[in-house]
């Protein structure tokens, strides 16, 4: 299988799990994205198209830990954004998985948010 095809299935994905789920003021979409050397969470209001925390390992805070998209990165991550997110006043979630597989690096990720304190 190539690689078009591939990103096509991972779009489809996406797209299944958005008609599933969206994010409101009262518990936005906590959505994670990871790419071959960083990774991008944010907490998305659906309803006003605006993003209330964002957070990335290449975010200059945390660019000298020198995060990586493995398992530690997202751990570490997953912390990061969970405590942004309690100083934001979120506290709620619902948590897309942006079209990823819930397991390895995903989980570790939503487990250290959860470990922080958010809920979903």
Do not use: C
Request: charged residues 20%.
């Amino acid at each position: 299988m190539n690689t078009t095809a591939k990103a096509q299935l991972l779009q489809k994905r996406r797209w299944r799990i958005r008609q599933k789920i969206a994010g409101t003021a009262a518990r936005p979409r906590l959505t994670v994205k990871f790419t071959g050397k960083h990774i991008y969470a944010q907490a998305v209001n659906d309803d006003a198209a605006t993003t209330a925390v964002f957070v990335s390992s290449v975010a200059p805070d945390l660019r000298a830990q020198h995060l990586k998209a493995n398992l530690a990165g997202a751990k570490a991550l997953g912390a990061a954004f969970g405590a942004k997110a309690k100083a934001a006043g979120i506290t709620q979630v619902v948590f897309d998985r942006n079209g990823r597989p819930y397991h390895g690096k995903v989980k570790a990720f939503a487990d250290a948010a959860r470990a922080a304190g958010l809920v979903f």
